[in-house]
């Protein structure tokens, strides 16, 4: 990939410490939860093999692998990938992967997408390789479910300000929609030393997906609006799972 579409704002943050403090009390109760409803939902055969893109440290992709699914988790954060690796089994492996290159061509039966792991891009380009690699990897009619946030819900309700402390170190939060982004600066200040990070989202809607998967050979089969597998409503959903499938 051209060195230029290296070194953003995620390649630092998702690679630091200070990420993994900030959001060390997700409700991962609630994200094994979602799991349980999709598997229910999808009925995928006792070992069939599935890639969680963007795995992060790993926790759902061994949630998966206990359920007897063959896991592979890819992320872009060494760090991550490192810590992961202390859970791996023969069904069960981590790589430090870049999404939007190419892998594993016609491997998968099921790619996932957690947690608003998509959108990160500066610009389209990328978010079309992204869905290219995906659907390279994916098996004649393979699923691939993106779960992402509904952004006509969050950015009117979007709090421009708060503060979260997360042991002992208070963490500014500033929240912004600005250039068809949704921003959130991080501002605090670790023994005595100034730290500031930055995350964006493109703000991304259902045409936007439905444009991105015609010219990936994809489907729209459902559209989910939250972790219990409720259909999607445009104004009350707080997710957007779109389960989409290869066609050719």
């Not at 409803?37 to 206990?66: M, Q, T, W």
Request: net charge negative; aromatic share 16%.
């Amino acid at each position: 990939m051209d060195k230029t579409l290296r070194n953003k704002w995620f390649e630092d943050w998702f690679n630091s410490p200070y990420y993994h403090i900030l959001y060390k009390q997700r409700n991962f109760k609630e994200a094994e939860l979602f799991i349980d409803n999709l598997i229910e939902y999808l009925h995928p055969k006792e070992n069939a093999r599935f890639l969680d893109l963007g795995c992060g440290k790993g926790r759902h992709s061994v949630y998966l692998n206990k359920k007897h699914f063959e896991v592979t988790g890819f992320d872009l954060s060494p760090q991550s990938i490192e810590y992961a690796k202390q859970f791996e089994n023969e069904s069960l492996h981590f790589y430090v992967q870049d999404m939007r290159e190419p892998f594993h061509c016609g491997s998968f039966d099921y790619i996932v997408n957690m947690f608003t792991s998509f959108g990160y891009f500066e610009n389209e380009a990328e978010n079309y390789a992204t869905i290219d690699a995906v659907s390279n990897a994916l098996n004649t009619k393979g699923i691939f479910v993106l779960d992402f946030l509904n952004v006509e819900k969050v950015i009117p309700a979007l709090v421009a300000h708060q503060s979260i402390t997360m042991d002992d170190i208070e963490f500014n939060i500033y929240k912004k929609f600005e250039n068809n982004f949704i921003v959130k600066q991080i501002s605090f200040n670790d023994n005595g030393k100034e730290y500031n990070f930055e995350e964006k989202v493109s703000a991304l809607k259902l045409t936007d997906f439905e444009k991105y998967f015609t010219t990936g050979n994809l489907k729209i089969l459902d559209i989910k609006g939250d972790y219990m597998m409720n259909d999607f409503n445009l104004i009350t959903s707080d997710r957007l799972i779109l389960i989409v499938q290869k066609v050719k």
